[in-house]
């Protein structure tokens, strides 16, 4: 009873994150719905970054890849990699979901720190990362959880729901606390290291303004795109865990 006493609370606080807030944040009201501007704004940033590099890429391919297309054909071969070493042999059709994720997240973390945002001003706080606010890791961690109870039960249709009795029905509470705390931990430690991140430079910078915060913004950089991978690697992990049915 005190296990699922807890899932209930984990529930509840789950949906309670979107009311987190660090810092002033500005606001669009469109129609009935309160807007995010800043998130918006720095998505959109993102999102016509990844699609003017792809357009400017794929456009017009050569026999002898240029350097771009030789760069785009890596990171395909490398989110093929992961998806299929996650998997299994069922990889294909989660390709595009897989690095979409790791894309996204990797040109949001990187974007805090070489993009000047903080030159631009705004009526209510300052732009930032996406991932730098808990609204798009929330976000990112339910896609992922939409995916692999997708892919679940596509595969095995309501049988799927017979992993939450396994090895013995005794479990169950901690099996359906399992997918509460799956994007919770996911959404959290991505707005956790990225949060951090920005927050060691800024103060850095305040303190040591020349020489000190150069490294740290190179370490950074690099953990920004770990961080990036860890993300991508457990959601294709998930998605492999429902289609296998083994924990």
Known sequence: MNILLCSVNTLKTFFEISSVEVGQHLYWQLGGFQVHAQVLITSWVVIAILLVSAILVVRNPQTIPTFGQNFFEYVLEFIRDVS???????????VP??????????????????????????????????????????ALALLTSVAYFYAGLSKKGLAYFGKYIQPTPILLPINILED????????????????????????????????????????????????????????????GESMEGHH
């Open 84 to 94: 299929k070493t996650q998997i299994g042999e069922e990889y294909g059709p989660w």
């Open 97 to 138: 979901f897989v690095g979409t994720m790791f894309l996204f997240i990797f040109v949001s973390n990187w974007s805090g720190a070489l993009l000047p945002w903080k030159i631009i001003q705004l009526p209510h706080g300052e732009l930032a990362a996406p991932t730098n606010d808990i609204n798009t890791t929330v």
């Open 180 to 239: 509460f705390t799956k994007p919770l931990s996911l959404s959290f430690r991505l707005f956790g290291n990225i949060l951090a991140d920005e927050l060691v430079v800024v103060v850095l910078v305040s303190l040591v303004p020349l020489v000190v915060p150069i490294p740290v913004m190179f370490l950074g950089l690099f953990t920004s795109g770990i961080q990036a991978l860890i993300f991508a690697t457990l959601a294709a992990a998930y998605i």
